[in-house]
């Protein structure tokens, strides 16, 4: 079974909207059950969505369960409103001064609360022209996976995202057989240290349902991060018509 992940990102901007957005999705997953479905609208339409029937994730969180962090959302709400996923590392969010450090932290925090992170990991244009992309994938993994020895999650279950900064939002996405190739580097890199987790590697960036079936049919692609193309109502029940055949 693949997973789609649909990362609405600041969208949409009313409470009506994000409420047919989720309704949409609803209606098409009944015919479409075969597909991990995980839905990460923006906090404030998480309550609109815990009814329905697919996963649903946060887009970020803060690595503290309580206390005095105006503005920030902690693990454990998510966890007592019913979220299972918690998208971290975002390339958007690492822009704008979210460390590996603080990555490290949310993702500890996270495992501790029993839910599944989903750890975005990518290289820009410029570190893969100068064939730096596995050393940076490296690099990201070792210092945001890095846990303390007495961590042991319940729920031994990890998603990585794979999402080349380049890709995203811009229409030009990672050649399919090559992101299968960087899946599968990433998969041996943290076979070792993750070997009793449940591992799951998806490709983020620029996928639509033009595409997606390049990318579904490779071997180490267990599924795919949509951001653009998942608040498009006519691109939702392509996708999952799609991914429901694997
Ligand atoms: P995109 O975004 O599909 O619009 O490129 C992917 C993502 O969530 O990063």
């Keep these: 079974m693949k997973t789609i992940v649909a990362n609405f990102k600041m969208n949409p901007t009313s409470e009506k909207e994000a409420v047919s957005l989720l309704e949409n999705y609803q209606k098409n997953y009944e015919n479409f059950k075969n597909v991990n479905l995980i839905i990460a609208p923006p906090f404030v339409y998480l309550d609109k969505a815990k009814n329905l029937n697919f996963s649903l994730a946060a887009q970020n969180c803060f690595y503290l369960n309580e ?11 998510l966890k007592n409103l019913g979220v299972q996923y918690v998208i971290v590392g975002h390339s958007e969010r690492r822009q704008m001064g979210e460390t590996d ?24 244009k410029e570190e893969k022209l100068k064939g ?5 994938l490296k690099n990201q993994l070792e210092k945001d996976l890095k846990l303390e020895n007495n961590l042991s999650p319940v729920n031994k279950s990890i998603f990585i995202a794979y999402e080349p900064v380049w890709a995203i939002g811009t229409g030009d996405f990672c050649d399919p057989e090559e992101a299968n190739l960087t899946h599968q580097f990433i998969k041996e890199f943290i076979h070792y240290q993750f070997f009793n987790f449940d591992v799951k ?15 579904l049919n490779q071997l180490n692609i267990d599924g795919a991060l949509v ?17 429901n055949s694997y």
């Design 201 to 215: 590697i998806l490709y983020g960036g620029s996928v639509d349902s033009k595409n997606i079936k390049n990318f």
């Design 227 to 243: 951001g653009g193309a998942s608040i498009k109502k006519e691109e939702i029940a392509k996708i999952l018509e799609i991914a």
């Design 132 to 136: 730096k992309k596995e050393e940076v």
């Design 101 to 124: 450090e603080i990555i490290n932290k949310k993702i500890q925090s996270i495992l501790n609360n029993e839910l599944t992170p989903i750890l975005c990991i990518g290289e820009t």
């Design 67 to 77: 206390g005095p962090y105006t503005g920030e959302i902690s693990p454990l709400m």
